[in-house]
């Protein structure tokens, strides 16, 4: 072979073999993608969606696609972009159940808010998943950050966020700190919220963030309200707390550790340590000598703060002890919305007993309750008739009763419209546990503000992300959201001022499945929002 075809071949063999070395690399480097702007990372589909996809959770693949659907319906009218950011996969089953109620709320609230106010701009909604416990939360505000940005996409909204975590605590940092505005329909925790001052000022550590939902300190405020005015005075307590750091776990601790009891002092607080949000680990040996030390006591109230798993662990184990066939009440926070769906028909008999008497209660402040306003209507109006006389005329009831009740029926009609459209939802959206509420909430008060702060013609310019959220603290007064959990009137701080908590209590009653049972509203403040919900100039 010719010295010159030699080298010829050899070049040719050296490219072939660093062209491949290139493509192998390539294919090596090119992400996963599970969905078009989901990529699939350590086995999770992390991203964001707006066309329907699952995220590989077949629980909600069918409001996945009514969400897909209405984008599609309004694709061609002046709109703005909303995303919805949750963990949207989950081992499972109840978890994803409750998936499927905050999606349902979502979809719900974007129909309510494109059609209610009848102007533009209608809301995209897009679905953001972080990974479980928001672990990739930082590749989806990278994604977020650069829609906002983008003329096509228009972000102008954050809504979501069911867990008080570090990791979440992050991303609302990191959003608002870009000027995104965010709406947390579903956090509790005390940590991840502007302070608001006695001067009505506000320390803004999250400019931009609003809140639909009490703080922990709020709820158990409105807990120890209720039961003051039920005439539960004599009540022994004692805390239970989950040493892992969890900001709905500490701050609802350090909010029940406030609460000033009018009984005898109980026990000393007592302590447990969970693994994580949705792991059991060695609690339930940890809450078998829990139960034992209560029963040594005389406590017959005990304060719960810890996660729903840990919460149906530690309330077996208090009525497997048998405890001289004394009755318990466990009271906890917002989390334990999510109990009654964990809980077997074998949980229920053992919570029973022998004798068919319930062992164990479970109450807690529920951010709201579908039966609220007309169980509360109903006493309003007979306490009127046995004061005055006389049946109350429509005028006489009270707003903070008769507008939540009108936007719950508002909620119901767009279940029943759902229906007659033939589009299905997954299942038939159980308002029970408040998730479908609360979310449904958070997107007709994100609609408002992006109303409320359009300028110009809709057709050539949408509001800025700043306009929006400027907006939060104007909500309140005149421009109240009337929402289905209650009149949302948002403070300087852009904080829920005086928002009711829907007292419940999870009885296992005598036979059968347990019931969920309203039993009464709860205020912050001790008394309802003022008229037409005009926040005083000196908030307690």
Known sequence: MPRWRKILYSVLLVGAIVAGVALTTSLLRRPDTCAEGVERIEGECVGVNGEGYDFGTPEIADVARAIARENQRIANQPHVTVAMMLPLQSDREALRRQMRSDLQGAYLGQRQA?????????????LANPGQAYGRQ???????????????????????FNLSLAATEAAVKRLTENKIPVLAARISGDRIANEDRPDGMATLKFPGLARILPTNNDAAQALANFNGERGRRNLRTVLVYDKRPDGYNESLARAFSRIKEKGPAGPAAMSFESPSIDEAGSTGNQFTQTANNICDSEADTIYFAGRTLHLRIFALKLAQVGCENRHYTIVSGSDAASLRQAMTEKDWAQLRGDDGRAKVTVQYAAPAHPDAWTTELTAWTQDHKATHGNKPSAQDLPQYLTEPQAAL???????????REGIALGSTPNLDDSRTMLVYDGLITIGKALHQAQRGAPETTAPTREDVG????LLQ????????????????????????????????????EGTLKFVGLGWPTGKPQPENCVIPSTTP
Do not use: F
């Open 114 to 126: 494109n059609e209610g106010e009848g102007e533009p701009p209608r809301i995209r909604l897009v």
């Open 138 to 160: 930082e590749e989806v505000v990278d994604t977020l950050l650069r829609m906002a940005a983008s003329p096509e996409d228009r972000l102008r909204a954050v809504t979501g």
């Open 409 to 419: 029926d508002t909620l119901r009609n767009q279940i029943k419209a759902t229906r």
């Open 470 to 473: 400027r907006q939060w603290s």
């Open 477 to 512: 007064s005149r421009h109240r959201v009337q929402a289905t959990s209650g009149l949302i009137c948002l403070t300087t701080g852009g904080n829920a001022y005086d928002k009711p908590a829907a007292i419940v209590e999870l009885d296992p009653g005598r036979k059968g």
